[in-house]
């Protein structure tokens, strides 16, 4: 069965860097999450409980305090990632005291090493099966280089990072994503709708790839494919529908503050050094923007909408939330990654800007977290490991500051390339968008001749 298998030795050698890193790195707070949740599965209690809460805790504290969230960060997904978390409590992970459980304990662990190796083995093993996705992706659109395609993917810098390193679960709803797309350009439309609910059902992001698939149907195929996409999402939802997975999920991201690798964090620096309560207009200027960004999404849609070439514009659609969204964490960069690799290898995105891409989220998590702290589980315990730890825990005002200009470059970098797949489909367009693009191609014409 292995020797059918394509690429077998790169699937080999990229499973073995994985497999090498996982056990001794872990994002510390990621950790305690999946720890806490995991605990919470075993015991029979909602995680979405929990949140909500934890959240009330919170809420109360910081009310006569400036604070910086009414929300306790903790599990605030889709339900899908929670079975493949279910196999996880049969292990001997660290485990709480649930003698007094009142639903309302959060325990913080330090990482251990055979515990990060477990948890970790769903999301590289979905991390494999995206480079296979893309693969069978670029065997569509550039077969030739398919194999430089998941290449670039199972030995790229950050996905080893985000999957092997920090330990999070996007990649999963990236290669449901991934499969949703072949299978569209396949013509095999149900598997396709089905892929992008498990998708949307696992992070919520594939769910904008949703108006854009709906958009190149004809006819009675919008609502098949319609139907099968909502009671795919309902069947997994179901057992999970409650007003806590409501708050959890809905409530929470759009009053969530924004900031990391965008713009707006030099709101909230400006706020603590004028001394503002970012509670009081931070959250109503969270929520206002939503329909701001739902607005931009929806002209890309519109604009695009005779274009033939999903992929492209699966890509601009999937950078155009990251540059327009009030919060991009680091994990966030995958979302479009497959699909701006195709187009690096085919010569419209320049390698700069490629790397570029790939890079910043990486600076970002080494000074935001920062870098040591990813390897506690080795660092904790010993003298040199306890020096490496203060040594690299920059000031918080030069942290603050590069994380800034990070993620403002992260941001213009996104939006370049989305203005480079822009400009190159100007050729693509159907005949249908021809007398629109009229003045542009002249403009164009002019412009060489000057």
């Given at each position: 069965?292995?020797a ?16 090498v ?5 872990f ?5 305690s ?11 029979g209690?909602s995680?979405?409980?929990?949140f909500v ?24 997904y ?5 079975l493949?978390?279910?196999p ?10 649930w003698?007094?459980?009142s ?6 662990f330090?990482?251990d090493?055979?515990s ?5 083995l769903p999301i590289?093993?979905?991390d ?7 693969w069978?992706?670029?065997r ?10 998941l ?9 080893i990072?985000?999957?092997?390193v ?11 994503m991934?499969?949703s ?14 892929f992008?609910?498990?998708?949307f059902?696992?992070?919520i992001?594939p ?7 709906f958009?190149?149907l004809q006819?009675?195929?919008?609502i ?8 795919t999402?309902?069947?997994i939802?179901l057992?999970?529908?409650s007003r806590e997975?409501?708050e959890?999920i809905?409530?929470f ?6 900031g ?8 909230w620096?400006?706020?603590e ?7 009081k ?13 739902i ?6 849609y519109?604009?695009?909408?005779n ?13 155009g939330v990251?540059?327009?969204?009030k919060?991009?964490n680091?994990p966030?960069?995958l979302?479009?990654l497959?699909?701006?690799?195709l187009?690096?290898l085919s ?11 790939y890079?910043i ?14 390897f506690r589980?080795?660092l904790?315990?010993n ?11 920059l000031?918080i ?9 990070l ?6 970098v ?11 489909a ?5 005949k249908?968008?021809?007398r ?7 403009f164009?014409?002019?412009?060489s001749?000057?």
């Amino acid at each position: 069965m292995l020797a059918s298998i394509p690429h077998k030795r790169l699937f080999l050698s990229a499973l073995l860097i994985r497999l090498v890193l996982a056990p001794v790195s872990f994002h510390p707070w990621e950790w305690s999450t999946w720890i806490n949740v995991i605990n919470d599965l075993k015991h029979g209690v909602s995680p979405y409980l929990k949140f909500v809460l934890l959240s009330d805790l919170v809420s109360s504290r910081v009310v006569e305090g400036p604070g910086w969230s009414m929300y306790f960060e903790y599990w605030a997904y889709p339900p899908l990632w929670l079975l493949f978390l279910l196999p996880l409590v049969l292990l001997p992970l660290p485990s709480l005291d649930w003698g007094s459980f009142s639903g309302i304990a959060f325990i913080t662990f330090s990482p251990d090493p055979v515990s990060s190796f477990f948890l970790k083995l769903p999301i590289i093993a979905f991390d494999l099966m995206a480079g296979w996705a893309l693969w069978l992706i670029a065997r569509i659109r550039f077969p030739e280089k398919a194999g430089l395609a998941l290449k670039s993917w199972l030995f790229n810098p950050l996905v080893i990072f985000i999957t092997a390193v920090w330990g999070h679960f996007d990649v999963a709803a990236v290669f449901f994503m991934l499969m949703s797309v072949y299978l569209f350009l396949s013509q095999r439309l149900v598997l396709s709708a089905i892929f992008l609910a498990l998708g949307f059902s696992t992070k919520i992001f594939p769910v904008f790839l949703l108006p854009l698939f709906f958009l190149k149907l004809q006819g009675r195929e919008k609502i098949l494919w319609l139907f099968c996409f909502s009671f795919t999402s309902f069947i997994i939802f179901l057992p999970f529908l409650s007003r806590e997975l409501l708050e959890a999920i809905l409530i929470f991201h759009s009053e969530r503050l924004g900031g990391g690798m965008t713009y707006w964090s030099f709101l909230w620096v400006a706020a603590e050094w004028l001394g503002l309560n970012r509670l009081k207009w931070g959250v109503p200027l969270s929520t206002a923007y939503l329909p701001i960004m739902i607005s931009v999404l929806l002209f890309f849609y519109l604009r695009f909408r005779n274009d033939t070439d999903i992929i492209r514009y699966s890509a601009i659609i999937l950078l155009g939330v990251l540059v327009t969204s009030k919060l991009v964490n680091e994990p966030y960069s995958l979302w479009p990654l497959p699909f701006i690799i195709l187009f690096w290898l085919s010569g419209e995105i320049s390698e700069i800007k490629f790397k570029l891409y790939y890079s910043i989220p990486i600076a970002f998590a080494f000074i935001g977290v920062p870098i040591t702290n990813f390897f506690r589980c080795v660092l904790i315990g010993n003298p040199w490991g306890e020096r490496a730890l203060a040594y690299f825990a920059l000031p918080i005002p030069f942290r603050v500051l590069w994380l800034f200009l990070l993620g403002l470059s992260f941001s213009i970098v996104s939006l370049k390339i989305i203005l480079t797949l822009k400009n190159q489909a100007g050729s693509r367009l159907s005949k249908d968008s021809a007398r629109y693009n009229g003045w542009k191609s002249g403009f164009h014409i002019l412009r060489s001749f000057l």
